[in-house]
């Protein structure tokens, strides 16, 4: 079984800044890569950030700049400091990896809860 527990979520005013933390647990043997989606009422899930396992990162347009993604691989964590936010940047943010349960299992995708948001005055 894998787990994937998001935190730091909450409240935020405009300009301010949140930290949220995705931790994998569990029977896991490698992680390729982990990352952020959001999903804002009445809107399609979307990519927020990514980071492979061997450093590389994707930001989508909207974020590039004000997000930071990182990732502590001997804790199997995956950070993502969220800073100037706006109120478009409200949403459930989900952690997911991709990663392998064995040395010769197949690569599968996991999700997190979620956690909510909100960037409001």
């Known amino acids: 079984q894998v787990q994937l527990v998001e935190s730091g979520g909450g409240l935020v005013q405009p300009g301010g800044s949140l930290r949220l933390s995705c931790a994998a647990s569990?029977?896991?043997?490698?992680?390729?890569?982990m990352g952020w989606y959001r999903q804002a009422p009445g809107k399609q899930r979307e990519l927020v950030a990514s980071?492979?396992?061997?450093?590389?990162?994707t930001y989508a347009d909207s974020v590039e700049g004000r997000f930071t993604i990182s990732r502590d691989n001997a804790n199997d964590t995956v950070y993502l400091q969220m800073n100037s936010l706006k109120p478009e940047d409200t949403a459930v943010y989900y952690c997911?990896?991709?990663?392998?349960?064995?040395?010769?299992?197949?690569?599968?995708?996991?999700w997190g809860q979620g956690t909510q948001v909100t960037v409001s005055s």
């Open positions: 980071i492979i396992s061997g450093g590389r990162t």
């Open positions: 569990g029977s896991i043997f490698s992680i390729r890569s």
């Open positions: 997911n990896a991709f990663l392998r349960r064995s040395r010769w299992g197949p690569v599968n995708e996991y």
